[in-house]
């Protein structure tokens, strides 16, 4: 690994916002994931829709969408853009047992989508929780992370597979 500086550091260490003024515009992709592991019995009542505060998952996802909007309001040095796309979807895995979620988040802009993505994978894992804690406190949130991002001066990253 190459070492580079940080971005949001002046010389002196003091944080900042970057100055993205001189980048050019590009098309910006970004990609994460994060997962809700819950009881069989939980991903089930989720499942049928029959959850007390109502559509976990339709409620999710509205609530990664909005919060890949607010990201520049959540994150400090976070730039405010016009995100172009943001898709949210949950699904079941029996195997965890619990839903996984992935949002992807497009833009064409100066810097990347990359906190957008993660932002709203986050929030969206935080709403299955909170609609989900009366029967199930002991539900985690795991293994949230980029998956991958396009566009800008870097060019295309990939996460390697787990």
Do not use: F
Request: glycine letters at 8%.
């Amino acid at each position: 690994m190459t070492k580079r500086a940080l971005t949001h550091l002046d010389k002196a260490g003091a944080a900042n916002m970057a100055d993205v003024s001189a980048k050019p515009v590009t098309k910006r992709l970004a990609v994460a994931e994060g997962a809700v592991v819950m009881h069989r019995d939980t991903l089930d009542l989720i499942r049928s829709g029959d959850a007390k505060k109502g559509d976990v998952i339709g409620t999710a996802r509205i609530a990664g969408i909005m919060a890949a909007k607010r990201t520049h309001e959540l994150i400090p040095l976070c730039h405010p853009i016009g995100l172009s796309r943001v898709a949210i979807d949950i699904d079941p895995d029996e195997t965890l047992p619990g839903l996984r979620v992935r949002a992807t988040t497009e833009v064409a802009e100066r810097t990347g989508v990359e906190m957008e993505a993660l932002t709203a994978v986050s929030v969206a894992c935080l709403t299955v929780y909170d609609m989900a804690k009366a029967v199930d406190r002991g539900m985690s949130i795991t293994n949230i992370r980029l998956l991958e991002k396009r566009g800008g001066r870097s060019g295309t990253w990939r996460a390697k597979a787990r």
